[in-house]
């Protein structure tokens, strides 16, 4: 157990909806990062989140959404779901010096 | 705008052999972070290594040791004395700079099969 905590681990939808992916960071760490991992993109930063704002967007769609609430847990909100946007959502938390953790990842399959 | 590139989709090694993956960045920042990241078929991100641009020593953590050039911009990933579970994908990435915070920029990998 790496100390994040990603639910659900795998997500099957249809094309249209919307989905929310739920991440629980290490005990300390106040930065939260979303990335998508998808065989033609490779791993793509999305957004981070600071102790509850949003602190850098990298390559995030117009319909991805996120936030980062008072207890530091983060939602990626994806909507108008397209069969191009199944792929592998990785959360990340940090704290300054201490490197990166990875949770195990949120596999979305859109159909 | 800062970049990682990993030149080997793939790479075959034998058991107990060393085998080295490389990694070049660009970056204008003076101060910046490297990683390596092994990603096993299971999917999760494991942190293998860190290296600091003004760490004076290359760093080594085990059967992984990092050769930092910094003149060549090259971060590559040796791994020593190679076992069948070092069968993975593996990411170079960087710190990124202050326009992507403080997010890792991953190159696209490498996939490294090791055989009996």
């Known amino acids: 157990d790496s100390g994040v905590t990603q639910t659900p681990k795998h997500l099957i939808t249809a094309t249209g909806q919307r989905v929310t992916l739920r991440c629980s960071p290490r005990?300390?760490?106040?930065?939260v990062y979303w990335y998508q991992q998808s065989l033609d993109q490779g791993l793509q930063f999305l957004i981070q989140y600071y102790n509850g704002e949003e602190r850098a967007k990298g390559n995030i769609l117009e319909r991805f959404s996120a936030q980062q609430f008072p207890d530091l847990h983060s939602e990626l909100n994806l909507s108008s779901l397209e069969l191009g946007d199944s792929a592998l959502y990785f959360c990340?938390?940090?704290?300054?010096?201490?490197?990166?953790?990875f949770g195990s990842g949120t596999r979305l399959t859109v159909v | 705008a800062q970049k990682i590139t990993q030149t080997q989709p793939g790479m075959f090694v034998q058991e107990k052999e060393a085998v080295t993956l490389d990694c070049t960045y660009d970056?204008?920042?003076?101060?910046?972070?490297l990683f390596w990241y092994k990603q096993p078929s299971s999917g999760e991100m494991i942190f293998l290594i860190y290296?600091?641009?003004?760490?004076?020593q290359n760093a080594t953590e085990g059967r992984y040791s990092l050769n930092f050039q910094k003149a060549r911009k090259s971060a590559n990933l040796v791994i020593s004395a190679s076992q069948l579970g070092d069968s993975a994908m593996y990411f170079c990435?960087?710190?990124?700079?202050?326009?992507?915070?403080?997010?890792?920029?991953f190159g696209k990998g490498t996939t490294l099969s090791v055989s009996s």
């Open positions: 290296q600091g641009s003004y760490d004076q």
């Open positions: 970056t204008s920042d003076p101060s910046y972070g």
């Open positions: 005990s300390g760490d106040l930065s």
């Open positions: 990340a938390s940090s704290v300054e010096w201490r490197g990166y953790t």
């Open positions: 990435a960087m710190r990124g700079s202050d326009q992507a915070g403080t997010a890792l920029i």
